[in-house]
């Protein structure tokens, strides 16, 4: 009889967005005449810009014709894509990475979730607490976590970094050495960024203790103010501790095309100088046939001057739905964070509700709906999430009606 891998069944479900969909379509069914406006939403609303689309278009095109047909995409990307992200996303900011050390994909998610197939299994991982799920559960899927208190909704073999109003939203360096530590900047789901000096310290102390860093900066393209970084390579030392992540998701709304990548320097090795470039190659090679030809053009099309211009206002468009929403709670007594270098808005519950108390306080006197913070992880308690991806009229009608509780 087969057997199941049981780490699978060590996951927790999560109820977190079907408990909200519930509540949602309750509370709807009994106020017919109320409409509902959803700030909690996590994927992007504007249309690809015209630059992309006409990529796409010509791609298609490409692949109509047997003269110019695209088979098998090169394993780790073709190299018209890989050289315009190693000249725009890293040379141009003065990062030393070669195109040979990018690695296209189908989106930061695969990526974030598969890195951490080429370490041991007794690596021990540092993860911020709230986080973005899936680095925890990918390791929970691989047997590397130890096991769930339900009551603490933490994991035994796992580090977390608690991220609250009193620390900033800034991790400590954990008392308990990792091996692999993930970082996200700018942060979903607290919205904060992390300037350059705050992150050099993070390479120095990875460096210092033989840890390796997994920047997953997929809302880099958020970033307004001048002191925070768009890659760790911006830092000294990162060739040698740090994988960065991107993703064409959340800068040009690939959300549904899916297209990303992976940084890994030649100089990440062990002592016995094996790099964990050749092993991401051999698992992207065995595991992986490429991003379609297709996605790519339009991947590259990203970069143009069009691309650049029109996805520039795409994220000016969201970016000012995030101020109408940090001024409007703030002005209504809020305490508010995020939302200045990230499309997402974290703020503290008042009169110490939970994050569900507060969620169901906002359904039912302004009928918005947002994230409750305990949903990504203990220390989000007290705290809710509010995105900026909806459109501007139905933000302001939110935040306006909060603001008349
Ligand atoms: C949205 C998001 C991603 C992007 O994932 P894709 O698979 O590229 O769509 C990655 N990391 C975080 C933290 C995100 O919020």
Redesign the pocket.
């Known amino acids: 009889m087969f057997r199941v891998n049981e780490d699978y069944l060590k996951l927790p479900g999560s109820y977190l967005f079907s408990t909200i969909a519930k509540k949602v379509s309750a509370f709807s069914t009994e106020n017919p005449d109320r409409k509902i406006i959803r700030l909690g939403i996590?994927d992007v609303t504007q249309p690809l810009c015209p630059a992309v689309i006409k990529a796409l278009h010509s791609a298609v095109d490409e692949m109509a014709d047997a003269s110019t047909f695209k088979g098998y995409a090169p394993d780790l990307g073709y190299d018209f894509l890989r050289n315009t992200i190693a000249q725009e996303d890293y040379k141009s900011r003065g990062c030393d990475i070669a195109a040979d050390e990018i690695f296209v994909s189908d989106?930061?998610?695969?990526d974030?979730g598969n890195i951490q197939e080429i370490f041991s299994k007794d690596t021990r991982i540092a993860v911020c607490d709230p986080v973005?799920p899936?680095y925890v559960d990918t390791n929970v899927m691989a047997g590397r976590t130890g096991t769930y208190d339900s009551t603490t909704g933490l994991w035994s073999n796992v580090i977390y970094m608690p991220c609250t109003a009193e620390n900033g939203f800034s991790p400590e360096f954990p008392k308990e050495v990792p091996d692999l530590i993930y970082l996200?900047y700018p942060n979903?789901p607290t919205g904060a960024s992390i300037t350059k000096d705050e992150l050099q310290k993070w390479v120095d102390y990875a460096n210092k203790n033989g840890s390796v860093i997994v920047y997953?900066a997929?809302?880099e393209a958020y970033i307004s103010e001048e002191n925070v970084p768009h890659s760790i390579y911006e830092c000294e030392g990162a060739r040698t501790c740090a994988i960065e992540?991107r993703?064409?998701?959340?800068n040009a709304g690939?959300?549904g095309t899916?297209l990303?990548f992976t940084v890994i320097p030649k100089d990440i090795k062990t002592a016995d100088g094996v790099t964990l470039h050749q092993l991401w190659a051999r698992r992207h090679g065995t595991k992986f046939n490429g991003a379609p030809y297709i996605v790519q053009k339009a991947g590259e099309a990203v970069y143009s001057a069009e691309g650049k211009a029109e996805t520039k206002s795409q994220i000016a468009y969201y970016m000012n739905n995030a101020k109408y929403i940090y001024d409007g709670l703030k002005a209504a007594g809020y305490s508010v964070y995020g939302g200045v270098n990230a499309p997402y808005i974290w703020l503290k519950t008042p009169n110490n509700m939970t994050s569900w108390e507060f969620f169901d306080f906002l359904l039912d006197k302004a009928n918005v709906v947002g994230t409750p913070g305990s949903g990504f992880g203990p220390s989000g308690e007290g705290y809710f999430r509010l995105t900026a991806f909806g459109s501007y009229e139905n933000t302001v009608e939110a935040i306006d009606r909060i603001k008349a509780i």
């Open positions: 996590g989106g930061a998610k695969s974030s973005y899936v996200c979903n997953d997929a809302y992540i993703s064409f998701s959340k690939f959300t899916r990303g």
